[in-house]
C-alpha cells in the first residue's frame, strides 16, 4: 500500500512536543506535496515546522 510518515513536532515555545503518524494520502490532502509543514502547538497556538519522516515499518534496528 501507500507510504507512511511520522510526522513529530517540539514547540520550542512551551517545550510540548507530538508525534502523529499519516498516511502519504493524508499528509497530501492535508498539507500538499511539501517536504516541510507547519503544524500550530494545540497548547500555545505558536505555528512550528514539524519534522516528517517516512516510516518504513518494522525492518528496522
Ligand atoms: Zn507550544
Request: one cysteine or more; proline letters at 3%.
Amino acid at each position: 500500500m501507500g507510504k507512511k510518515y511520522r510526522i513529530t513536532t517540539s514547540c520550542p515555545q512551551c517545550g510540548c512536543g507530538g508525534e502523529a503518524e499519516m498516511s502519504e494520502e493524508e499528509l497530501k490532502k492535508k498539507h500538499g506535496d511539501v517536504p516541510n509543514i507547519e503544524l500550530k502547538c494545540h497548547e500555545c497556538m505558536m505555528v512550528m515546522e514539524a519534522d516528517v519522516k517516512e516510516d518504513k515499518g518494522s525492518s528496522e534496528s
